[in-house]
């Protein structure tokens, strides 16, 4: 099944921010708010940087980075990562590829292609400097599982497109990302959950607290 990465596309785009220069560390650079944004979470309407804009999980943040990568620049990044159907256009018609691509609109991703990028990324095989890999999974939320495991991941909460074409109110939500513990190969993962009931919390935590839950289970103890 193939559909938008929502925010879980936060962690290549953090790739893609420290590659280009536009992110320096976790706390460089602070971006101020603006009104024009029209953030609707509070935990929004402030300054944010790489880390708290990934643990947040702030939308403009993204849409201010991506346009500083520039409409070529961030295809570029796009296409040289091999990110899902690396679509980047957005809604047909509509030229809001550097705002909403990643929304459920053109770029498209399955849990295996998810599975794939996250592989690349942790093995230092993306084309792009080693320092940039490191910053970006320096950035990601970690969460502590059973039995000593700490899980490094994004979530990204969306809506189901209907067979009208139309974004309904059922949501999904993955969690990407990967886990570690002592005595342990790194373990990649990429999980999406897909609500078939409209009315329930943002799929993206609930697809998080799940896996961490059956984590142990999952990969054998």
């Known amino acids: 099944m193939a559909i938008g990465p929502a925010s879980s596309f936060k962690l290549p785009l953090a790739v893609m921010g420290f590659d280009a220069g536009i992110l320096s560390d976790p706390a460089t650079p602070e971006w101020p708010y603006d009104a024009s944004y029209g953030a609707v979470r509070r935990v929004d309407r402030q300054a944010h940087t790489p880390q708290s804009w990934m ?10 980075l991506v346009h500083l990568l520039g409409a070529h620049g961030f295809a570029r990044y796009v296409t040289a990562f091999g990110y899902g159907n690396v679509d980047v256009s957005g809604e047909r018609g509509a030229n809001n590829g550097l705002t909403h691509s990643w929304l459920n609109t053109s770029l498209l991703i399955t849990p295996r292609e998810q599975l794939s ?6 093995n230092g095989n ?13 950035i990601t939320p970690s969460f502590a599982a059973a039995e000593g495991w700490v899980i490094n991941g994004k979530t990204g909460t969306g809506y189901v497109r209907e067979s009208d074409g139309k974004l309904g109110r059922r949501q999904y939500g993955w969690f990407i990302g990967w886990a570690s513990a002592e005595q342990r190969a790194p373990v990649v993962f990429a999980y999406l959950l897909v609500d078939d009931k409209s009315g329930l919390n943002a799929a993206g935590p609930r697809a998080r607290d799940d896996l961490t839950a059956r984590w142990v289970e999952l990969v054998g103890g």
């Open 117 to 122: 990028f996250v592989h690349r990324l942790i």
């Open 55 to 64: 643990g947040e999980s702030v939308l403009w943040y993204s849409r201010r």
């Open 126 to 138: 993306l084309p792009v400097a080693h320092s940039a890999i490191a910053k970006a999974m320096s």
